[in-house]
């Protein structure tokens, strides 16, 4: 079956450095793409990763290893804004996104 | 990487109307494009594949005559809502695949709220 795993809750403190780990099982695969949601919102793209690496954006990286099923985000000097809920989808080979049960993450001041 | 613009990024409108949302390829031409929907606390889910000058083909279960999805051109889609209700409002993501790579991009979304 398809599957995607992701920590359930995260805590972190402000100005400090937090990585949220996703693992995938997917029939075959499109890419990995990483979204922000605040309560009541929609979703907001910060990623997508096809290739093995690292990809920088600012405050924001995210890695993927393919071979291992692998992808993380990684967010620095956080901010209590990052307060939010981070969801992990994979996108499969008929382009079905196949998401995870997200990652609530609190910052602490 | 290139760029998949979408547009509105959010708008609101009452029952019954039809609301258009597009989706363009800045910088490079796309021969597929996807329509995406998210459902309240599940996951996005595929609605529609459409390919440059040809009809859409849509997921099971998505009414073709509802969720209108024109491709007419390599950079540019576009999804109507026609006669749009509540049960419309949600969150709208269009993907478009490049045509010499294969390697496909994602506009941000488009949040619709039918009043």
């Known amino acids: 079956g398809q599957n995607i795993d992701q920590p359930t809750e995260m805590t972190a403190t402000e100005g400090a450095i937090v990585q949220i780990n996703c693992t995938y099982q997917?029939?075959?695969?499109?890419?990995l793409f990483w979204y922000q949601q605040h309560a009541g919102e929609a979703p907001t793209f910060l990623s997508y990763n096809v290739l093995d690496g690292l990809e920088e954006k600012g405050r924001f990286s995210s890695f993927l290893s393919r071979s291992k099923g692998y992808s993380y985000l990684l967010l620095k000097e956080l901010q209590m804004k990052d307060s939010a809920s981070y969801l992990c989808?994979?996108?499969?080979?008929?382009?079905?996104?196949?998401w995870g049960a997200g990652t609530k993450l609190i910052i602490k001041p | 990487g290139a760029v998949v613009s979408q547009h509105p990024s959010r708008v609101i409108c009452k029952s019954g109307t039809s609301v258009k949302i597009e989706c363009r390829s800045l910088d490079f031409q796309a021969t597929t494009m996807f329509w995406y929907r998210q459902f309240p606390k599940q996951s996005l889910m595929l609605m529609a594949t459409s390919n440059e000058g040809s009809k859409a083909t849509y997921e099971q279960g998505v009414e073709k005559d509802k969720f209108l999805i024109n491709h007419a051109s390599l950079t540019l889609s576009t999804l109507t809502v026609t006669s749009a209700h509540p049960e419309d409002s949600s969150f709208y993501i269009c993907?478009?695949?490049?045509?010499?790579?294969?390697?496909?991009?994602f506009g941000e979304g488009s949040r619709l709220t039918v009043l």
């Open positions: 997917t029939s075959g695969f499109n890419g």
């Open positions: 993907s478009a695949r490049v045509r010499e790579s294969g390697e496909l991009f």
């Open positions: 989808a994979a996108l499969d080979s008929n382009y079905q996104l196949i």
